[in-house]
């Protein structure tokens, strides 16, 4: 079975700091993406970055990037520049094969002024 | 673009009757559907993969004569809960996926905002 664990199930930073959310994950894909996830107190979840498994660069999006490493299975979130706003629940998922997501229990983040 | 909707996004009802819940992607054609629960607290589990036109794929656990699925357009996906109990309280969130061509389709999920179902 393919899974996806997030060893940190919260987490705490200042704003303006950085953080960084670690994921490590077994797949038997060769090929696929890799999602961060955020989801706030909405319950809405918000797509924060993606990554392709056959890119070597690591995806950056503004204030995240990532950690990709395929021979590892690792893939963390690396939040630069912290705001209140970022306060959510974060989700690792990577594509598990038929365009499933796998996602892992998740990271609770609390941004603290 | 690419918003997914829900409906309706509380719903309460008694034990024994069956509830439908609405999915709809807003301004795409979503090739494939997907149906989570999730519980306070916990992850998304993944209930079902829903394509257009022909039967959904249930995960392993999942009761697919409890858990109806119909997919009868690229924009709409249903879920019936039916004859409900109080354990099926929970949060269903819908998503849907869109390719966006190239050489290597990239399947975002798109996600619904989401639907707390109590059973009384």
């Known amino acids: 079975a393919q899974t996806v664990t997030q060893s940190q199930p919260e987490m705490s930073v200042q704003e303006a700091e950085t953080v960084t959310l670690s994921c490590t994950y077994d797949?038997?894909?060769?090929?696929?993406?890799l999602f961060w996830y955020k989801q706030p107190p909405s319950r809405q979840m918000i797509l924060v970055i993606r990554?392709?498994?056959?890119?070597?660069q690591n995806a950056t999006e503004n204030r995240f990037s990532v950690n990709f490493q395929k021979a590892a299975k690792s893939f963390s979130l690396k939040i630069s520049d912290s705001q209140l706003g970022d306060t959510a629940m974060y989700f690792c998922?990577?594509?598990?094969?038929?365009?499933?997501?796998?996602f892992g229990a998740g990271t609770r983040l609390a941004v603290h002024p | 673009g690419a918003v997914v909707s829900q409906h309706p996004s509380r719903v309460i009802c008694k034990s024994g009757t069956s509830v439908k819940i609405e999915c709809r992607s807003l301004?795409?054609?979503?090739?494939?559907m997907f149906w989570y629960r999730q519980f306070p607290k916990q992850s998304l589990m993944l209930m079902a993969t829903?394509?257009?036109?022909?039967?959904?794929?249930?995960e392993q656990g999942v009761e697919k004569d409890k858990f109806l699925i119909n997919h009868a357009s690229l924009t709409l996906s249903t879920l019936t809960v039916t004859s409900a109990h109080p354990e099926d309280s929970s949060f269903y969130i819908c998503?849907?996926?869109?390719?966006?061509?190239?050489?290597?389709?990239?399947?975002?999920?798109?996600f619904g905002p989401g639907t707390r179902l109590t059973v009384t």
């Open positions: 998503s849907a996926t869109v390719s966006s061509g190239g050489l290597t389709p990239n399947y975002e999920q798109y």
């Open positions: 797949t038997s894909e060769n090929n696929y993406y």
């Open positions: 990554q392709e498994a056959y890119k070597q």
């Open positions: 998922a990577p594509e598990g094969g038929y365009n499933k997501l796998i």
């Open positions: 301004d795409f054609q979503a090739t494939t």
């Open positions: 829903s394509n257009e036109g022909s039967k959904a794929t249930y």
